[in-house]
């Protein structure tokens, strides 16, 4: 959610979203572990979604009502228009109701799936410039490789919102997208044949696209599970979704009275030559 970065040294810091791919045949309960593992972020949008619907009700009725009194004012527009003094104290008056037009909030965000690279640009400026993809199946990846997009890969967003870069979209017939800190974090659990679709892409790997995943290719268990594992204890399930809503409803770490940036992670010593060793 672009509330923590690593300062690995003095003037390199890296941020912490990452992208997870694993990899198994059908039939090894991906979905009902992905389940588990978005349950407290559905949950949460659930509890946000709540919260906010009386105040977005409330800035929707002052809304309109003020959109009235703008409508009511126009009215009057072409009866002052030769009144040196009417005329520019009513325009004033317009403008003053519009610029006291509330914003009327939307309900937050984090979660999605099957999206297009458009619309996923939009909901990351809606929410704090942040998401999250995930999905237990591989067709993010197709509508990367264009399928919305007449065969041309569209991939430049995903790019930037791994690295934290800068995005900027101006298109025709769009509204404008500038997004300063994109933080957006991928985790899909597919099909090795998805695997094996992706790094034919030479776009893909051309691109750098593929070079940002955290692949696991475990093995299958199917033929060998005997189905007397033991369930995840309710402690243990209650302490991951107390973990993740914390992280949610976490704010930023507050520089100004108008500015945020996240909280800087330092590595030790011990840390910087593991990670160094690993550089080399």
């Known amino acids: 959610a672009g509330k923590y970065q690593v300062r690995v040294k003095q003037d390199y810091f890296e941020p912490i979203n990452i992208w997870a791919c694993i990899a198994l045949p059908p039939a090894n309960i991906k979905t009902a572990v992905q389940k588990a593992i978005i ?11 709540i919260i906010l619907a ?12 003020q959109l009235e009194k703008i409508k009511e004012k126009r009215k009057l ?13 009513l325009q004033k008056e317009i403008a003053n109701l519009e610029a006291e037009l509330p914003i009327i909030p939307t309900t937050p965000q984090v979660l999605a799936q099957d999206v297009t690279t458009e619309r996923l640009g939009t909901l990351m400026s809606l929410n704090d410039e942040r998401m999250a993809v995930m999905s237990d199946e591989g067709g993010i990846f197709e509508t990367m490789g264009g399928r919305y997009s007449g065969g041309v890969p569209n991939i430049d967003l995903y790019l930037q919102g791994h690295a934290g870069g800068f ?5 025709g017939g769009r509204a404008s997208i500038s997004l300063f800190a994109p933080a957006l974090t991928i985790g899909l659990a597919v099909q090795p044949d998805v695997l ?19 692949y696991v290719l ?17 402690d243990n399930k209650a302490a991951y979704s107390r973990v993740i809503t914390a992280l949610l ?8 009275e108008f500015t945020t940036e996240p909280y800087t992670l330092k590595l030790e010593s011990d840390a910087y030559e593991v990670w160094k060793a690993f550089w080399d």
């Not at 105040?55 to 309109?64: D, G, R, T, W």
């Not at 995005?167 to 298109?171: C, G, I, N, P, T």
């Open 249 to 256: 409803n976490l704010t930023k770490n507050k520089t100004g």
């Open 218 to 234: 475990p093995h299958s268990l199917i033929g060998y599970r005997t189905g007397n594992t033991c369930p995840l204890s309710d």
């Open 196 to 214: 094996r679709g992706i790094t034919a892409n030479k776009s893909f790997r051309g691109r750098g696209l593929l070079g940002r995943f955290l």
């Open 39 to 49: 349950k407290p972020i559905i949950e949460w949008q659930k509890e946000q979604a």
């Open 77 to 89: 527009i072409k009866t002052v228009m030769d009144d040196a003094i009417g005329f520019p104290k």
């Open 54 to 65: 009386p105040l977005i009700k409330e800035a929707e009725s002052i809304h309109a009502t």
């Open 167 to 171: 995005v900027q979209v101006d298109r």
